[in-house]
């Protein structure tokens, strides 16, 4: 390239650097291709003639443009950074880039903090922290190798003598909305869902309730955002259950962050009929309440206000309801990012919080958290187990969804509709879900998660360490059932009809219908497996007319070799195969009740020495009514509400 060309690159270069705008802490992008592949460029050289005599050694190969880090997007937490004290900033970006994030200190220029591990995807997103004694720090993101404009993005971070509080709301009202939700806001949302929740590949992560993971620092990058020390001095007690936690979660980013928030008023359905909505409250509207500190006024909104009016109709709405808080979304890697709801038809709902793209070894994983109603928050992996689906009109519309935007015009808040989100691709607007039945919707699940043919005994593997995970964690609930047991207070009360699965009280902390029924189906998906592979040859690599019954050999082993160990009620281990798990299937369609012992609620036979240590039983009424459910769990299909 000649001089001249390179100057009018440079030149160019800048022009674009000086048009990026940097607000409200975030330095604003240019939005980048929704793809895994950072955006690249080619730089044309000017021709010359050609002069008699031997050609010319061919020029170097042009250096591929730095134009990646114009998508990037700078954010610094907290509000009002201090000297002496952590500044956390996150560097986020659609695109797949190759980089590294810097934070250096105005005294001497060096880098203090540098990320080069970049995680997420998409949105893709680099983290660090650093305290400093200087007036300010710059943060930058470089491109690869590509030192100064355009290859990379910067923010000056003025350092305070101290950190400043935010202002206080006006009476009435829980915080000011200041802007718009919009995509790059989205991927921030993403960003913070992946960090609070992220833990190494196969950890069974769980939290006692959420407010343990919003006070860890190192996990929540808004840690302390507000100057309130609302996750420190003042932070709040915050334990949602299921339907509560995707609306906490968003509550707590849009205060900190100052963006509209709302919620519905959705009916549970009933007598065949779905879930609908109607109304808007939003964050400026709540109930009435004596003037308290912005922590502990956000803490009673979310227990009180939030938790009183959501619920999980809320997301269990069919997909054509305008009014709903929510939107269903395509069944693509892109759409399926951190942040996104999982609604199942019978109630349970989860928060899409990690994705691993397939490698050799495995494949695909996705990781979504859930509430439960003791208010403990665990991490559990996508698999038909885990995630059910079913199509009944009177279910209302189950699947993945995603929180409507909220637009702030003039002060009011308006909830973005179908016909906006569908012109715009960054929203992933997709009604395809109401299509599907349902192995058309596990089906497609698969192909999202890994989209190559597997290996079939890999893919075998896979869902027998998946069935483990489900049989230990329901270890831990019949345990506490024990431990209830062990009181000898009153039987636990067992409501009537479909009650069972949704009473408050002892029945609802230590009976366990709801995980039976997943255990049941998990058990189903396992040992049809070989007939899934059979089904659909395509998916996996040298499936053949043996493939089949090789695979139920494999299975047979691999149910035998992994064992677990429960407490019977002398407080002794007891041990058992996943293969003797999976024989009492039959069994676990009445284990469900806490108030007999765990032998029966694993199954154990009346006259086995596994049996011998049993101490209780349930009211014979209550073993009648189990009965007359019985075919709910049969049939593997909870009754609508």
Avoid at 349 to 361: F, M, N
Wanted: glycine residues 8%.
């Amino acid at each position: 390239m000649s001089p001249r060309a390179r100057r009018v690159l440079h030149v160019v270069a800048l022009a674009a650097a000086a048009a990026s705008l940097v607000a409200g802490g975030c330095a604003t992008k240019t939005p980048a291709p929704p793809s895994d592949t950072a955006p690249r460029a080619s730089v044309a050289t000017a021709s010359a003639p050609v002069e008699a005599g031997p050609p010319p050694a061919p020029p170097p190969p042009p250096r591929a443009a730095c134009t990646g880090a114009a998508g990037v997007t700078l954010f610094v937490s907290p509000a009002s950074p201090a000297k002496g004290a952590p500044v956390r900033v996150v560097a986020y970006s659609e695109g797949a880039l190759g980089g590294r994030l810097e934070v250096r200190g105005a005294a001497n220029g060096r880098p203090e903090a540098v990320a080069e591990t970049r995680r997420g995807g998409p949105p893709y997103f680099w983290t660090t922290e650093v305290s400093s004694s200087d007036d300010a720090l710059t943060a930058r993101f470089v491109e690869g190798d590509c030192e100064g404009a355009p290859g990379e993005k910067s923010l000056a971070i003025p350092l305070a003598p101290r950190s400043y509080p935010g202002p206080r709301a006006p009476d009435g009202a829980l915080w000011v909305a200041r802007r718009s939700w919009d995509p790059e806001l989205e991927n921030l949302y993403s960003a913070w869902i992946e960090a609070l929740f992220d833990a190494p590949e196969g950890e069974a992560m769980s939290f006692a309730a959420l407010h343990e993971v919003l006070r860890d620092p190192k996990r929540n990058f808004l840690y302390d955002h507000l100057g309130y020390g609302e996750d420190s001095s003042h932070a709040p007690v915050i334990r949602p259950d299921c339907a509560d936690l995707p609306y906490v979660l968003r509550a707590t980013f849009a205060w900190k962050l100052g963006l509209p928030f709302a919620m519905a008023s959705c009916s549970r359905g009933g007598g065949g009929a779905p879930p609908d909505c109607d109304g808007l409250e939003t964050q400026s509207e709540p109930a009435a309440r004596k003037r308290s500190p912005p922590a502990e006024a956000f803490g009673t909104f979310v227990r009180v206000t939030l938790a009183d009016r959501v619920h999980s109709g809320s997301a269990r709405t069919p997909f054509a309801d305008a009014e709903s808080d929510y939107y269903p979304i395509a069944l693509s890697w892109d759409a399926l990012r951190p942040g996104a709801v999982f609604a199942d038809p019978y109630g349970h709902v989860l928060v899409v919080a990690k994705r691993l793209r397939e490698t050799q070894d495995r494949g695909g994983v996705l990781y979504a958290v859930d509430g439960q109603p003791d208010g403990t928050v665990g991490r559990k992996r996508f698999w038909r187990g885990n995630f059910l689906f079913a199509k009944d009109p009177a279910l209302g519309g189950p699947g993945f969804k995603r929180f409507r935007p909220l637009s702030l015009r003039a002060g009011v808040v308006s909830r973005a509709a179908d016909a906006r989100l569908a012109v715009d691709p960054r929203w992933h607007f997709s009604v395809e879900q109401a299509s599907l039945d349902l192995e058309a919707f596990y089906d497609a699940m698969d192909d999202v998660l890994s989209p190559t043919p597997r290996d079939p005994s890999s893919a075998l593997r896979e869902i027998v360490v998946a069935l483990d995970e489900q049989v230990r964690t329901r270890v831990i609930s019949v345990e506490n059932g024990r431990k209830f047991l062990d009181k000898r207070g009153p039987s636990a009360p067992m409501p009537e009809g479909a009650k069972i699965f949704e009473a408050q009280g002892p029945w609802e902390d230590f009976s366990t219908p709801s995980r039976d029924l997943r255990l049941l189906i998990a058990i189903d998906v396992a040992t049809g497996f070989p007939a899934r592979v059979a089904r659909r040859p395509g998916r996996y690599l040298g499936a053949s007319t043996d493939t089949k019954v090789r695979l139920e050999q494999e299975l047979a082993r691999a149910l035998a070799e992994r064992k677990v160990q429960y407490a019977r009620s002398d407080g002794q281990p007891f041990e058992l195969s996943l293969a003797e798990i999976v024989s009492r299937a039959e069994a676990f369609q009445t284990a469900y009740n806490p108030n007999d012992c765990v032998e029966h609620r694993w199954g154990a036979k009346a006259g086995t020495d596994e049996h011998a240590t049993c101490r209780a039983r349930a009211p014979a009424e209550q073993r009648a009514r189990m009965e007359a459910v019985r075919a709910w769990f049969r049939d593997r299909k909870r009754p609508p509400r």
